[in-house]
């Protein structure tokens, strides 16, 4: 008599194995990653970052929503990727001189006399003073190093004894930038090379380097005293 060999219908352990591990995701990286970053880049020029969505640069690159998840949380790390990508990483200059170092640091390309980066500011402007997450981010990875730079070069001056030991570093190193931005945002006069030259002669090197008065205007001598 033959016996029926039952052949078992449940899976091995391998093909378990095999059919439970999840199917890996391309990264999106290279060529891919900046074009989505481009991509965001072009919907930030044209509706700001308060009106940017992932659905919108995920139409702009032809990409699906998902693809973008993958890569970054959300808005916010895929905004400062992009701002970042586009950002060349600011050199220090070392013209010997102070007025000579912020004229290369402020003009020329990635420059705040360069549209882009006017550009880009003002695509975020808004965002900086209501976004407090994407505020921190775009300090401290975005303009930081810019800020840090710029601090650098006036403590070289310090340094060669160009400006006064008592300036403080921390109101006037971002004055130039404040006064430009002032300019364009709020009076609408873009900065160009001439007007950083105009305002560094003027108000800048002036201010680092003019004496204060020792005790401030309580010094000054009265009319009566002047008179005595």
């Known amino acids: 008599m033959k016996r029926n060999r039952s052949v078992s219908s449940l899976p091995t352990a391998e093909a378990r194995v095999t059919s439970t591990e999840p199917q890996a995701r391309p990264r999106v990286e290279g060529d891919r990653e900046q074009e989505i970053l481009r991509a965001a880049l072009r919907v930030l020029a044209e509706v700001g970052y308060d009106r940017l969505t992932m659905d919108a640069v995920a139409t702009e690159a032809r990409a699906s929503k998902a693809t973008l998840y993958r890569r970054w949380k959300d808005k916010v790390t895929l905004v400062i990727d992009a701002l970042l990508a586009e950002k060349e990483q600011p050199t220090l200059p070392d013209t010997g001189s102070l007025r000579g170092d912020l004229l290369g640091a402020f003009c020329g390309m990635g420059g705040i006399t360069d549209p882009r980066q006017l550009a880009t500011f003002s695509s975020v402007l808004t965002a900086v003073t209501r976004d407090p997450e994407f505020a921190e981010a775009f300090r401290t990875r975005v303009i930081g190093p810019k800020i840090a730079l710029t601090q650098r070069i006036y403590e070289r001056a310090r340094d060669r004894g160009e400006i006064r030991d ?52 309580s010094s000054r001598p009265t009319r009566q005293e002047s008179h005595d």
Do not use: K
């Open 166 to 217: 008592d300036v403080d570093l921390e109101i006037l190193g971002p004055a130039l930038a404040g006064i430009l931005l002032h300019r364009f945002h709020v009076l609408g006069q873009p900065p160009t090379a001439e007007v950083v030259a105009r305002v560094v002669d003027q108000i800048i090197l002036p201010a680092a380097t003019s004496p204060t008065a020792s005790n401030g205007p």
